[in-house]
């Protein structure tokens, strides 16, 4: 589906065919509910985000200007409810200080990974990911799986696009480092069985 498509849908949404925001439904529901799961780390509960996120996207669907892309306006939604989510369950958001952390490890960690088979990366990632803060599981979903730029992440999270580029820095960072402590155990068991 095309922004021009997404336009359509929404046009028609507005004239009060309901089949046309069950097409936009369809074709977000999959990224907003990963997107709440990163931040409230729940399945029950990031079904509940997403269901209250599509509803207030119906409910604020004239008030869409058109001046960003679809995508940009629902995932900011999602990202706000998601927030709201967590702050209300007082679980509150990582805002630990950053280890030292050297860009050697880093690229230690990339060559690492590039020795794994892809499946088995991927599911290294996901699970690595689930330890990360809603925050930085969040900005990781955005840059690396949705291929958003940063000045639309920015726009999502009400930031500047320098303040995404450093804090995705850092969310990258701390993502290496999980992967780090997870594989290298696995790697030290993998050379005593040769």
Do not use: C
């Amino acid at each position: 589906m095309s922004l021009q498509e997404d336009q359509h849908y929404i046009e028609r949404t507005l004239a009060g065919d309901t089949h046309a925001f069950a097409s936009l439904v369809d074709r977000y529901k999959h990224m907003v509910y990963t997107l709440a799961l990163r931040m409230v780390k729940n399945r029950e509960e990031a079904e509940e985000v997403a269901q209250d996120v599509f509803f207030k996207v119906y409910q604020g669907l004239d008030r869409f200007k058109g001046d960003a892309k679809f995508s940009t306006w629902l995932y900011k939604i999602a990202y706000n409810r998601s927030l709201d989510y967590v702050k209300k369950q007082s679980r509150g958001l990582d805002t630990s200080p950053i280890d030292a952390f050297t860009e050697r490890y880093v690229r230690s960690m990339e060559n690492t990974l590039e020795g794994l088979e892809r499946e088995e990366r991927s599911k290294t990632i996901k699970e690595a990911m689930q330890e990360l803060s809603p925050d930085d599981s969040f900005l990781i979903t955005l840059h690396y799986y949705e291929e958003l730029s940063l000045s639309e992440i920015a726009a999502i999270m009400d930031e500047n696009a320098n303040t995404v580029k450093v804090r995705l820095f850092r969310s990258r960072k701390r993502l290496a480092e999980i992967l780090k402590n997870r594989l290298e155990p696995e790697t030290i068991r993998g050379y005593g069985r040769k």
